[in-house]
């Protein structure tokens, strides 16, 4: 008798639990559209022969590794300075910490034109800091230096935070018992708390790279033009977003597209190959994972 | 063959104060620390390990001041509560990494060894997420004695071990005391096993040293709640409990036998068939089988006793809301504090 309840129970329990699945279905389903619909048009709206052309144009090319360049040694200033900032606050307990993870959102919050407009006072020709890029080669305005400095301002807290949180996440007993075993402090991090947190730094490093390449706000401002100088030797030039942007303003929407989908095919490529190496295992920070 | 000894070491956490704690480890004795959450044990270890600055007293290694040392340089073999075995490393890596990070050759040698020594070697390539308990234990001891320390530091040995393993890791410990020659200090909650390993007892109530003792004195005489409870004693009553309790009662009996922290005294045991001879009455209130017989918990108003009828169990034993007599023999009956 129990048995049979049982089993007209059950259909029933699902049958009134489906239009909530539903409705979880269409809101989920609804963002998603939202999110491939524009690269679905974008990729849509110039001829291929046109994003073809596109790919093998100078101007695109120059413009496409001035940004990947840049936006990689954004990336690399992310791993130098903001490893150690999110560790630091991760394990050290000090006087204003929340005052210190309060500035390092403020990048995050602060909308990018201004940030491009602040920078732009510091380095403005005639001002301290640009006297002093300038007399040790690193001139910023309208440089690719510019360009790195922006990337930076508004890319690096998304490695700090990454950084944080996976510091947090690790079990303070197993430093110690590193410690107490015959590490010092910098072993104790190299052999032990870097390994374990690496996964989660290198997804804080991904979101970096991706908020550096995409970045047009700040770029606008300190660096609109980049002129040959630094690591950069070529034409006058500019970043993708801002080519993109120069393409659009002066009505040409299908070079705008062309060029945009050649962006976005080798930034979706990069993606799945870190992606595909994750899940193969090859890569370091993989084997930083608890065994299942 | 290194002696450690501690004077008057105090240290802070938080606000937590610990100590002054005077202590001498000799080689393979084995200190084992105890008292309630919160005594201060886990304190007492991190500040012997060097993770806590000491704020006056000092730690000597052969009569050296070694207070100021950072772990890393006290030669220790610390085993944290949860083991603290690295997750990222096999087997294998974990125990050969005190030898590795003192840049020694021979680390992979020295580690095979110790896996050889502990039954690992059919796991060495494994992850510790993939081991058991007491396999993990073993994995934590072995990589502790890889660092070839001169004191061994262990929080809760036997923390989420089965029977088992707990019984294997009693004779690990004797090994370990007879080969390595080396002071051990365990924190622990355990008493069976405590007793089993340990040659001096460190009592810590509220961060303070309530007592350092040997086996024997410590089961002779708890001196205070949580001792007493410890060494067995399963009737313990606080002074307030037993004030103002009826005259003729057992609580008002107990009350001029109490020490400041009260009265505490091991289940008196009823005899067979003498259900209805003693000084004292109460209704059962619980009845349970354990190795030693049954265990009964009585209603003695205000006090619920615990009570032991040792085996072999016939039919006639007292059953729930029973009316059982027995007797409290005064030289059971320790006062506390």
Redesign the interface.
């Known amino acids: 008798m129990n048995r049979e309840a049982e089993g007209a129970s059950t259909p029933r329990r699902r049958s009134r639990g489906r239009p909530w699945l539903v409705l979880q279905l269409v809101l989920s389903g609804s963002l998603l559209l939202l999110f491939l619909l524009p690269i679905y048009a974008l990729f849509t709206y110039a001829p291929p022969s046109e994003i073809l052309s596109a790919a093998s144009n100078q101007t695109v090319d120059t413009a496409i590794w001035l940004t990947f360049f840049a936006s990689g040694i954004a990336v690399l200033a992310a791993v130098v300075f903001a490893i150690p900032l999110g560790y630091l606050l991760a394990r050290r307990a000090f006087r204003g910490r929340s005052l210190v993870e309060s500035v390092v959102s403020l990048p995050i919050v602060v909308p990018h034109l201004l940030v491009g407009l602040g920078l732009f006072f510091l380095v403005i020709p005639g001002s301290p800091l640009y006297r002093f890029t300038t007399a040790i080669g690193f001139p910023v305005y309208d440089t690719i230096w510019g360009v790195v400095l922006v990337m930076v301002f508004v890319s690096a807290p998304y490695t700090v935070l990454a950084a944080d949180l996976s510091f947090r996440a690790i079990?303070a007993?197993?430093i110690?018992?590193?410690?107490?075993?015959?590490?010092?402090p910098a072993?104790a991090f190299l052999?032990?708390s870097l390994?374990?947190a690496l996964r989660g730094i290198v997804a804080g490093l991904l979101l970096t790279w991706a908020r550096a390449v995409s970045e047009i706000g700040g770029i606008l401002i300190l660096a609109y033009t980049v002129y040959p100088g630094g690591p950069y030797n070529g034409p006058v030039t500019s970043t993708l977003s801002v080519l993109v942007y120069n393409l659009f303003q002066a009505g040409d929407l299908s070079a705008a597209a062309a060029v945009s989908s050649v962006f976005l095919l080798i930034a979706f490529v990069l993606f799945v190959v870190v992606r595909l190496g994750e899940r193969s295992g090859w890569v370091p920070w993989r084997?930083?994972?608890?065994?299942? | 063959m290194t002696s450690w000894s501690v004077e008057g070491l105090e240290t802070t956490l938080d606000h937590f104060r610990l100590g002054p704690v005077d202590l001498a480890l000799a080689p393979g004795h084995v200190t084992a620390v105890l008292g309630s959450s919160g005594a201060g044990k886990t304190t007492l270890l991190r500040s012997l390990a060097g993770f806590l600055p000491a704020r006056r007293g000092r730690l000597l290694r052969d009569g050296v001041d070694v207070t100021d040392l950072p772990p890393e340089q006290r030669r220790l073999g610390y085993v944290p509560q949860g083991l603290g075995l690295f997750p990222h490393r096999t087997v294998e890596r974990n125990v050969s990494y005190p030898l590795e990070v003192r840049g020694r050759l021979d680390a992979r040698v020295r580690a095979r060894e110790l896996l050889e020594r502990f039954g690992l070697t059919p796991l060495m390539h494994r992850h510790p997420a993939r081991l058991s308990g007491g396999e993990l234990e073993r994995v934590a001891l072995a990589r502790a004695l890889a660092a070839e320390p001169e004191l061994i530091l262990w929080d809760e040995p036997w923390q989420a071990l089965d029977v088992e393993a707990r019984h294997e890791l009693g004779f690990v410990f004797e090994e370990l005391r007879e080969t390595e020659q080396v002071p051990v200090v365990v924190v622990t909650h355990d008493p069976s096993l405590a007793f089993s390993v340990a040659d001096t007892f460190l009592v810590l109530r509220g961060g303070k040293v309530g007592l350092t003792t040997d086996a024997a004195s410590l089961l002779a005489h708890p001196t205070d709640p949580f001792t007493a409870r410890f060494v067995g004693f399963e009737n313990v009553y606080d002074l307030p409990t037993l004030r103002g309790a009826p005259p003729g009662s057992l609580a008002a009996w107990l009350a001029p036998r109490s020490g400041p922290e009260g009265v505490a005294f091991p289940r008196p045991v009823l005899s067979p068939g003498s259900g209805s001879r003693g000084a004292w009455t109460g209704l059962v209130r619980s009845v349970h089988p354990t190795p030693e017989g049954l265990a009964l918990t009585v209603r003695v108003d205000p006090l619920l006793v615990a009570l032991r009828l040792p085996p072999p169990l016939g039919t006639g034993a007292p059953s729930v809301g029973a009316t059982v007599a027995f007797d409290v023999e005064e030289k059971s009956v320790h006062a506390l504090g």
């Open positions: 079990d007993r197993v110690e018992a590193s410690r107490a075993l015959g590490a010092g072993t052999t032990v390994p374990l084997r930083g994972e608890l065994a299942p």
